[in-house]
């Protein structure tokens, strides 16, 4: 079976495949003080919980967008499963090739959903990844990464605003009915889920129109992708499991 390991801001993924299957997927919170004992005691019981033991791991790959954690997660998987795992980055195989000023600067997360989106639903094709980042990659129809957008994430966004301000609660993020809201924390929820589906769209009309093609497939994918999607015009599919596809192919690519 193979591990895939998604190393986020926030949150770190995990998958298990065995042959073209994804028998199981986990999340845990990313944080830099914990050690390999402490990740590798909560994986281990994960697994054992879906009925897989770590014996029966024989392939790990991980991404990751924290290098301080790249050392944690590679010791973890030495310790607790006797494997060294294949790190996305300079030099692996990926089938994308990478068109932009410095290639070394785009985030492996990025460059793993783009492998998945093309993979899944060819090209050309915008992937857009609700995490700490809200990112917009972009894959040509020859399936070569060309660029994109960054903006702040979701939860981003709605943390400094309540960290910034004396008296904004910290809420829910659910649509409200309306955009004319009558409370503190339907105001909120309304600049935050609105607007951000704003940007979607506007972001994604200027895309297509500078590729001159308004058949552009658009795909989402991370925690808050199904909310955004359902108040926008451009967002077609939502896939959660898009990374951990990506990492299962790039792995395929190497093995």
């Not at 783009?114 to 990112?135: E, H, L, R, W």
Request: glycine content about 10%; some cysteine; aromatic content about 6%.
């Amino acid at each position: 079976m193979l591990l895939v390991i998604d190393v986020g801001n926030t949150n770190l993924k995990y998958g298990v495949w065995e042959d073209d299957n994804m028998l199981a997927s986990f999340r845990v919170s990313s944080r830099i003080s914990r050690t390999a004992d402490e990740y590798g005691s909560v994986l281990v019981n994960l697994l054992d919980n879906s009925g897989i033991k770590k014996t029966d791991i024989d392939g790990i790959i991980v991404s990751s967008v924290i290098p301080t954690l790249n050392y944690t997660i590679c010791h973890m998987c030495e310790y607790f499963f006797g494997i060294s795992p294949l790190m996305v980055g300079p030099g692996i195989k990926t089938g994308l090739n990478v068109k932009v000023e410095n290639p070394k600067e785009v985030g492996a997360d990025r460059i793993v959903n783009s492998v998945a989106a093309y993979k899944k639903y060819g090209g050309p094709i915008i992937v857009i990844d609700f995490g700490t980042a809200t990112t917009f990659n972009v894959v040509d129809a020859d399936g070569a990464f060309i660029g994109g957008v960054i903006a702040p994430g979701i939860k981003t966004s709605l943390g400094g605003l309540v960290s910034s301000t004396a008296q904004l609660p910290m809420i829910e993020l659910v649509p409200p009915k309306k955009a004319i809201a009558k409370s503190t924390e339907t105001n909120m929820q309304a600049g935050i889920i609105f607007g951000f589906s704003g940007l979607v769209d506007n972001i994604v009309g200027k895309i297509k129109k500078e590729l001159g093609d308004q058949n552009v497939k658009v795909i989402a994918t991370g925690g808050l992708g199904e909310i955004i999607a359902k108040e926008t015009k451009n967002i077609e599919i939502v896939d959660r499991t898009l990374t951990l596809f990506g990492l299962k192919t790039i792995y395929d690519l190497n093995k």
